[in-house]
């Protein structure tokens, strides 16, 4: 969900799924831990998607939030099989959506950006309609995710063995934490969200949205904290789209920052534990640049609004 190390799926669709859903797989769709592949059956064009229990936990609930969006008509995947459950996950199968994703040019626009917070604000008045109101398992508020003490404990061996690059993450981690803290009775809209709101979830047919996709991340917390992998700590414009449409609070804007410094550090726990678990001096950190790159990203937009800028140095 964030870059941080995570399990490898296989590369093929299992043998017996296949078989049993008399598919053609095709190609595989996107680098995800979940999995992703084209298939067709009888002309049909279909996705079929593998759910990592250890990665994406409770994959029922992404089905249902899913179902409940695409009753009030987003165009959302639909399983059009029984999900196949294996030791280590599920297997569902999906009709393929019409349309095609912005553009990696179009994706760099302010129009595009501004679009697609406007986007978002309509789905989250859809998503508080749901009225889903239970966490997803496996999934937490993003100011239990950073006071977790272990993590804590674990950045500060990073930083001892990565100094420049730990230094940043303990240091956005210490911010988190310090705000909310500071803050613990938040009063901020609530409801499920959709997790990884990016131009490439996103499908257009002239214009006209014929799909909104995976929704792998989707758990019940702060709106804002979809604005993690939506705004990605610098697309301002998508914050002035989002803001069009529904105003955000003076609580929100200033809850923009931490909790996207809080998604950044989802899964670091563990991949910091894999390489840390045995003391040793020649051990090799572990990869966190995801984590590093856009914990230095800064929003012009928010300086301005809230003070927040990362925290660098010190």
Known sequence: M??????????????????????????????????TWAATRDGA????????????PDWRYALRVAAAVRSLGWPTPEPIEEPLTRPRGAWVLFRRLPGRSASPAAQDQPAERRARGRLLAEFHA?????????QRGGFHAPADVVADPELERLLRRHEAANPVQGGV?????EAA???????????????????????????????????????EATHHTFQVADF???????????????????????????????????????????ALAAHYRVPSLTSEAPDLEWQFTHAR?????????????PPLSG
């Open 45 to 56: 064009e279909l996705i079929v998607k593998f759910f990592d229990d250890a990665t994406f």
């Open 228 to 270: 993690a992998l939506s705004w990605r700590g610098y697309q301002d414009d998508v914050l002035r789209g989002y803001d069009e449409v529904r105003a955000l609070s003076e609580v929100e804007w200033h809850l923009v920052q931490p909790t996207y410094w809080a998604w950044l550090f989802l899964g670091v726990k563990d």
């Open 126 to 134: 859809s998503a508080a309609a749901t009225g889903i109101g239970d």
């Open 2 to 35: 964030t870059g941080a190390a995570r399990p490898r799926t296989a590369a093929v669709i299992d043998p017996e799924v296949r078989a049993g859903w008399r598919l053609t797989p095709g190609p595989v769709l996107a680098d995800r831990v979940s999995g």
């Open 177 to 215: 934490v310090s705000w909310f803290t500071d803050h613990p009775d938040l009063d901020a809209p609530r409801s499920v969200i959709h997790g990884d709101f990016t131009p490439w979830n996103l499908l257009f047919d002239d214009g006209r949205l014929t799909g909104l996709l995976d929704f």
């Open 297 to 309: 990203r800064r929003s012009p937009l928010l300086a301005r609004r809230t003070g927040a800028v």
């Open 169 to 173: 993450l303990r240091r956005c981690h």
